[in-house]
T-cell receptor, first 112, second 115 residues
């Protein structure tokens, strides 16, 4: 069973920031928060990960609450090409016994 | 870098036939994975490998076999294909060491239909 809870769908206007929430209340100390996305029919694409601190890369920002029980993925200026299913995953590294478990994700629709 | 490549892109099998899905990566990653994705669902892990010669089962291994003779290649074998194996199959790879996070890179997928 997935250890995260995400809304099934969200809409966002093109050019606006898309804020995708994720609850992971049972996260343990060494588990990372990963975000992947899957554009229709393509293989999933890694976006960003974090452990305790907020992170930013060229694609997105990841905000993790201080208690680590929830996080938010921020796409600062959403475009139509960001329409995809976004997966929030919590896991140990594989060599520590972790597994990436892809739940249902959030289907983000970016509208003109 | 080509990244993760998969062949074929599409395949239709008859019940009882067998086939091998090919996967290769050129990133010198030690870990490789096979997932399947049924319509409207998330990905489920079939098998994974931590290095050449070492494989392990995932969530849904029944009906599949794997081998890993080289770092680059991780073929998935379907024996006696069944309609329940109709799915999209994704291969992925990552470099895993110590406590560093795994970021998996996925191939484009193979769409398999069993009739």
């Amino acid at each position: 069973d997935a250890k995260t809870t995400q809304p099934p769908s969200m809409d966002c206007a093109e050019g606006r920031a898309a804020n995708l929430p994720c609850n992971h209340s049972t996260i343990s100390g060494n588990e990372y928060v990963y975000w992947y996305r899957q554009i229709h029919s393509q293989g999933p694409q890694y976006i960003i990960h974090g452990l305790k601190n907020n992170e930013t890369n060229e694609m997105a920002s990841l905000i993790i609450t201080e208690d680590r029980k929830s996080s938010t993925l921020i796409l600062p200026h959403a475009t139509l090409r960001d329409t995809a299913v976004y997966y929030c995953i919590v896991s140990l590294p594989y060599n520590q016994g972790g597994k990436l478990i892809f739940g249902q994700g959030t289907e983000l629709s970016v509208k003109p | 870098n080509a990244g993760v490549t998969q062949t074929p892109k599409f395949r239709i099998l008859k019940i009882g036939q067998s086939m091998t899905l090919q996967c290769a990566q050129d990133m010198n990653h030690n870990y490789m994975y096979w997932y399947r994705q049924d319509p409207g669902m998330g990905l489920k892990l079939i098998y994974y490998s931590v290095g050449a010669g070492i494989t392990d089962k995932g969530e849904v291994p029944n009906g599949y076999n794997v081998s890993r003779s080289t770092t680059e290649d991780f073929p998935l074998r379907l024996e006696l294909a069944a309609p329940s194996q109709t799915s999209v199959y994704f291969c992925a790879s990552s470099y895993s060491k110590g406590l560093r996070p795994d970021t998996q890179y996925f191939g484009p997928g193979t769409r398999l239909t069993v009739l």
